[in-house]
T-cell receptor, first 117, second 114 residues
Framework: DTEVTQTPKHLVMGMTNKKSLKCEQH?????MYWYKQKAKKPPELMFV???????INESVPSRFSPECPNSSLLNLHLHALQPEDSALYLC????????????????FGSGTQLSVL | DQQVKQNSPSLSVQEGRISILNCDYT??????FLWYKKYPAEGPTFLIS?????DKNEDGRFTVFLNKSAKHLSLHIVPSQPGDSAVYFC?????????????FGSGTQLTVLP
């Protein structure tokens, strides 16, 4: 199993809603990531979890709240979002955040396309 | 300020010919470079990588070249196939504190014409 599974694939929410994005991997990876990608822009790192602990927070507004319940799951809780937060949210995983090897790479999910009205 | 730049947003190539995708970077701390390929409605998938201690890495039809002095890398696809049509992202990795991070370029849409 080399998949990173993200749900839902599409989400439309109002500015007062609370919703959650979910991500799951069963590759035994100990690092998991949230990226945000706007149209025609590169993916931008939001959060990194290493061994279920938040390792990096790229100055993301508090209306985005990540959670890593266990080594296979990563959630992103959304509350009071703005229309400019509409984007593709990508989850990724890797063996670990320290690894420097010829096969170091991230495995990405298909993303959740989020629209905030 | 973008640290990884892909200056060509799109490229069209005839099937069977060579596709050359270019990428420039500014951060001299980058020591590992990767190419990802993305189809619509899918997440990026890893294609090929190169360490800064090398100047070339080859995997089947895909070859990545690294010119450290010019801070430039390129991806060659030969021969190009229609199934190669996708957005290609260049990414660079550097150690940042306790973790490594990837910085992506803005992508190049490759279209291989039959």
């Amino acid at each position: 199993d080399t998949e990173v599974t993200q749900t839902p694939k599409h989400l439309v929410m109002g500015m007062t809603n609370k919703k959650s994005l979910k991500c799951e991997q069963h590759m035994g990876h100990r690092a998991m990531y949230w990226y945000k990608q706007k149209a025609k822009k590169p993916p931008e790192l939001m959060f990194v979890y290493s061994y279920e602990k938040l390792s990096i927070n790229e100055s993301v507004p508090s209306r985005f709240s990540p959670e890593c319940p266990n080594s296979s799951l990563l959630n992103l809780h959304l509350h009071a979002l703005q229309p400019e937060d509409s984007a593709l949210y990508l989850c990724a995983s890797s063996h670990n955040v320290f690894r420097i090897a010829t096969n170091e790479k991230l495995f990405f999910g298909s993303g959740t396309q989020l629209s905030v009205l | 300020d973008q640290q990884v730049k892909q200056n060509s947003p799109s490229l069209s190539v005839q099937e069977g010919r060579i596709s050359i995708l270019n990428c420039d970077y500014t951060n001299s701390m980058f020591d590992y470079f990767l190419w990802y390929k993305k189809y619509p409605a899918e997440g990026p998938t890893f294609l090929i990588s190169i360490s800064s201690i090398k100047d070339k890495n080859e995997d089947g039809r895909f070859t990545v070249f690294l010119n450290k002095s010019a801070k430039h890398l390129s991806l060659h696809i030969v021969p190009s196939q229609p199934g190669d049509s996708a957005v290609y992202f260049c990414a660079a990795s550097a150690r940042s504190g306790s973790a490594r991070q990837l910085t992506f370029g803005s992508g190049t849409q490759l279209t291989v014409l039959p």
